[in-house]
């Protein structure tokens, strides 16, 4: 099986052209090849699919094995995917998600695509809630961008013990389908450093939806502009949420590292 190892700012998955059928247990390959002594290694395996209503349809499991209804990163690298191998000659497309359709906008030069913008679609906030931990008490802005997140404000996301902390937020009771965590700090009106812990696979370098639903979560707080600049530990992000349609659009670079194909 042949596969590409790319990345969004460190946030890194293995694709698959499954055009022609999925493999049999694409949550059990994912957890295989995600593994990073003995598989490819990655935080997921994506799936470039058909789809009967938009250019191609995208299907990410994490790392655990689970299927995410979206992943910000990877779908700017899905991009670079069809347009690089020659799948499509668009530089916009529709690609359909379990979150739904989201436009693509590639960056092309000299015919290779470095970068993305992303029309995520509109955030829904709910009202604060206090989480209660084992090792703290946080108060997290539930956010959808198609998947569930937690963001977190904190004075400093670098010094969380986040392996001790974003399981128990993942699996807080108060989410039972599991949830992203976002520690988030405010450093002016227009940046924001993040830390997240992924749900399905820890914690990762970067997190497109949760860099979009963190700004969102701080500007209806009044403490960011509705467009800033996300500082996460691959590299920065611009997430700009839009007034007049709701609608956050996402910016940001995407990369391939190498392509391969497993022994079996």
């Known amino acids: 099986m042949r596969f590409t190892k790319m990345h969004g700012l460190g946030n890194d998955y293995i694709f698959l052209n499954c055009l022609d059928g999925m493999p049999d247990d694409p949550g059990e390959l994912s957890r295989r090849l995600s593994h990073r002594h003995f598989g490819v ?37 899905f991009g670079k995917y069809v347009f690089e191998k020659g ?10 998600t379990p979150a739904g359709e ?29 989480l209660k931990t084992e090792k703290a008490a946080f108060t997290a802005v539930p956010v959808s961008m198609g998947n569930p997140h ?16 974003g399981p128990e937020v993942e699996r807080h ?45 701080m500007a209806a707080a009044g403490k960011l502009e509705r467009e800033a600049v996300v500082h996460l530990a691959g590299g920065d992000l611009q997430v700009r949420w839009d007034e007049k349609s709701g609608h956050v659009f996402m910016t940001g670079p995407a990369a391939a590292v190498f392509d391969g194909e497993t022994a079996d």
């Open 87 to 96: 799948l499509t000659g668009k530089r916009h497309l529709t690609i359909e």
């Open 150 to 165: 937690a963001v977190i404000e904190v004075d400093d996301p670098a010094a969380l013990d986040l392996r001790a902390v």
């Open 102 to 130: 989201r436009e693509l906008s590639l960056m092309v030069w000299d015919g290779r695509v470095s970068a993305a913008v992303v029309d995520m679609g509109i955030p829904v906030l709910k009202p604060p809630v206090v």
């Open 173 to 217: 009771p108060i989410f039972p389908g599991r949830v992203n965590a976002e520690f988030v700090r405010v450093l002016n009106r227009t940046e924001l450093q993040m830390r997240v812990w992924e749900r399905g696979s820890g914690e990762t370098m970067a997190c497109g939806t949760g860099a979009c639903a963190s700004v969102p979560a």
């Open 41 to 77: 290694g990655g935080d997921g395996v994506i799936c470039v699919c058909p789809s009967q209503r938009a250019d191609f349809r995208m299907r990410m499991f994490n790392a655990d094995g689970s299927e995410g209804a979206m992943c910000g990163n990877g779908i700017r690298c």
